[in-house]
């Protein structure tokens, strides 16, 4: 029986992957006849590159595989590599020091093929049709580590999650093993994703069980030859809730014992295990403080015990308690003091912002702090503030804001990309984490469109100096243009090389409309000018600027953040507030201190700002908030404008999947924008310019109106209870 439901299982993948039902990602090659690929050694690793290019390599020219340890290549590291045309032009060497170089530089030469950047010309044209340019590649990695976080826990569910179920069948494994362990493994490794986290930071300790562990291997040996490493999320009681000990006291010597003998386990299973990722006081989950120790001491004892194996931990810095001090002050309070006080295998992991990945943040402070101790970035790729899997939201914008945005901790040019990748401090501990969107839908990540946030993470992660725009025209191409040989729109026949061309016009203008305006789209309907935190209570979809669930913390409420009154609107964290500009370094300390010279697009953020308040264009800020909220909506109805012509040249299943998507992203626009205009009308009472597009619905109905999560594909239409 089982082994029934396997085949079908296998055989409605392998179907499904054909059809264009997103399954096969940006993935997409041709198959057709076999390319001559020369390499020397064998190995799974080697082997998987020869394979990926004998079936999709369409180039003409022999390619050559070699893993060689001249300077140059020594200089790259085992991960990177060079691609080259030989002198004649006769053939194509791809060269590395280690095996993973090899498969990272084979990935490379089928999405150059992909995305049509081969040609001499880099013209619209098939590949085939003109003449290959000659190579001359050289790439290595900007983070060693670059490691996806699955939120997933081990019932199948997954915290805040839109794509389904979880990919892992833990009730399944270890003896039956899906066939998309192997398909994730081939994703991540052709964008360079080498680092996966399987478990929720929110972890049960029955992660750490022999049962698990042995589920865990399973998945580990899969991902083996493609160079993904696997990382567990721990819980920090897991001594007592596991091991039944009396205490989970980091300094207890029995506690010692016990992550001693449960780390050789985990390393005698997998002996290329990475380590661990923690949780620790924060949100209830238990940590070091329970016992009255310092993070750096909960940290340090895991990373003793990890030594040996050479593990590292992640240390999450998103600690925050419901006191009196500002939110988004609490990580830098708590962590500040405490650099230079972790060992070496200890990374502290930090969200881009100081409160919690919300559409527009400031980058958290905590980046310009913490000199001696390796910091990473954490992003969350799953789309928890930015309209599930409803909305598109090209997150490569975002990311680059927080990438580029310069500390000042060593003067200007401090970027976070440079403290982070090693480059300021010279720390040899590198990494960067995402927080994943990935389900067991057949697309993988919901929307059609949020596979190109999983891409843009990993090319950022590899690259970071990439462009947006770069990626953003590589994810397009390569999942939007016909696959030679096979049939493409409405599955009939290819299309003209006229139409070909137009389609290479709308995909740019994809790019440039659509996808790099998607985000500030989102932030301009949702929450402009510095507003944060004023989604429905819970699972965060929709507006709810008025929440007010008595008896609940007080900095889990809207009104904590956005603090409307008669006299304005906004966080006062200037000098005369909160004081949360001060964490970060001169000049930026003073220039967000200041309502005239902050950002106008963080101005809410830093400050308590009067509805009359004089804008730089012109307007009041109350005006240019309406202006502001209207303007997103008016973007998402261009969104669907811009798809409309897609429908000529994509096949209808991918095509009606967005095309319903951005019906809903635009009737929940309109909910934003009125739902939070006419809340804080109530203090501002002022009208909504009057050339501005009018509300469609109540206030009183959208206060009644309660989401049902279980419902939220469909927008609220009608308010009904
Ligand atoms: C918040 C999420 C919550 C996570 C938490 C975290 O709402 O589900 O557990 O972050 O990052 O954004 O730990």
């Not at 670059?146 to 003896?175: F, V």
């Not at 819970?538 to 007010?548: L, Q, T």
């Not at 800020?621 to 202006?627: F, G, R, V």
């Amino acid at each position: 029986m089982r082994i029934i439901s396997i085949l079908t299982f296998i055989l409605s993948f392998c179907l499904s992957s054909r059809a264009e039902d997103g399954s096969a990602l940006w993935l997409r090659y041709a198959t057709g006849t076999k390319a001559e690929i020369n390499c020397r050694k064998q190995s799974p690793t080697l082997n998987i590159a020869v394979s990926e290019l004998q079936k999709y390599w369409k180039g003409g020219l022999p390619v050559t595989l070699e893993v060689n340890a001249t300077k140059e290549l020594r200089a790259l590291g085992n991960e990177g590599y060079t691609i080259r045309t030989s002198a004649d032009g006769k053939q194509i060497t791809i060269a590395s020091s280690g095996e993973q170089g090899v498969l990272y530089g084979a990935y490379h030469l089928l999405r150059l093929q992909a995305a049509e950047q081969l040609s001499e010309s880099n013209s619209s044209a098939t590949n085939s049709d003109s003449k290959l340019r000659v190579l001359n590649i050289s790439e290595k990695p900007d983070y060693r580590i670059r490691i996806l976080n699955h939120w997933d826990n081990l019932d199948g569910t997954i915290e805040r999650g839109y794509a389904g179920h979880s990919l892992w069948k833990w009730e399944e494994l270890p003896a039956v093993v899906s066939p998309r362990y192997e398909a994730y493994a081939r994703a991540n490794a052709s964008i360079g994703i080498n680092a996966t986290v399987l478990n929720n930071v929110n972890a049960s300790p029955k992660i750490l069980s022999d049962e698990y562990l042995q589920k865990v291997k399973v998945l580990a040996d899969i991902f083996r030859p493609y160079g993904l490493k696997v990382y567990l999320s721990i819980n920090f009681s897991s001594p007592a809730a596991l091991g039944g000990l009396p205490t989970s006291d980091p300094l207890n010597k029995e506690v010692i014992a016990w992550w001693k003998k449960k780390t050789k386990e985990v390393y005698s299973l997998i002996p290329d295990f990475g380590g661990f990722l923690v949780k620790a006081n924060s949100e209830g989950q238990p940590g070091p403080c329970d016992y009255g120790r310092t993070h750096a001491e909960g940290a340090n004892m895991l990373a003793d015990v990890l030594k040996p194996y050479r593990g590292i931990v992640m240390w999450r810095a998103f600690v925050y308690s419901p006191t009196d001090s500002d939110r988004a002050k609490q990580a830098y309070l708590e962590f500040e003091p405490l650099d230079g006080k972790f060992r070496d295998n200890v990374i502290v992991q930090i969200k881009n912002g100081p409160i919690d990945f919300q559409p527009r943040e400031p980058f958290s402070a905590l980046f310009g702090a913490m000199k001696k101790t390796p910091v990473m970035p954490e992003f969350q790729i799953t789309q928890e503030y930015l309209g599930f899997s409803n909305h598109l939201a090209f997150l490569a914008p975002m990311w680059k804001e927080c990438l580029d945005s310069d500390t000042y901790v060593q003067g200007a040019g401090s970027t976070i990309a440079r403290v982070t990748d090693g480059s300021l401090f010279a720390h040899p501990l590198t990494a960067i984490a995402g927080v994943t969107n990935i389900g067991d839908d057949i697309n993988w990540c919901g929307h059609p469109f949020a596979q190109a946030n999983w891409y843009a993470f990993g090319r950022l992660a590899w690259k970071h100096s990439l462009s947006s725009e770069e990626i953003g025209e590589e994810w397009l191409k390569q999942t939007f243009l016909p696959i030679a040989g096979q049939p493409s729109r409405n599955s009939v026949n290819e299309i003209s090389q006229k139409e070909r061309q137009q389609l290479h016009s709308q995909l740019s203008l994809l790019n440039s409309q659509l996808l790099q305006e998607s985000r500030e789209a989102v932030v301009d309907y949702m929450m402009p000018l510095g507003l944060h935190h004023i989604f429905a209570w819970g699972h965060h979809y929709g507006p709810e600027p008025w929440c007010d669930i008595p008896g609940a913390r007080p900095d889990w409420m809207p009104s904590y953040y956005h603090r409307a009154d008669d006299g304005g609107i906004g966080f006062d964290r200037s000098s005369k507030g909160s004081n949360a500009t001060a964490q970060y370094h001169s000049p930026l300390c003073e220039q967000l201190d200041n309502v005239d010279t902050c950002p106008e697009n963080l101005l809410l953020w830093f400050h308590h700002v009067p509805w009359n308040h004089r804008m730089k264009s012109g307007r009041t800020l109350w005006a240019e908030l309406c202006y502001a909220y209207d303007r997103g909506v008016q973007e998402t109805r261009n969104f669907q404008k811009l798809w409309a012509p897609m429908e000529k040249y994509i096949d209808p299943e991918r095509f009606r999947d967005v095309q319903h998507r951005l019906k809903i992203q635009t009737r929940d626009a309109v909910w934003w924008k009125d739902a939070c205009l006419l809340y804080f009308q109530q203090f501002s009472k002022q009208p909504i310019p009057y050339e501005l597009e009018r509300p469609v619905h109540e206030l009183k109905d959208m206060m009644e109106y309660k989401l049902n999560i279980t419902n939220f594909e469909c927008p609220p239409y009608g308010f009904t209870r």
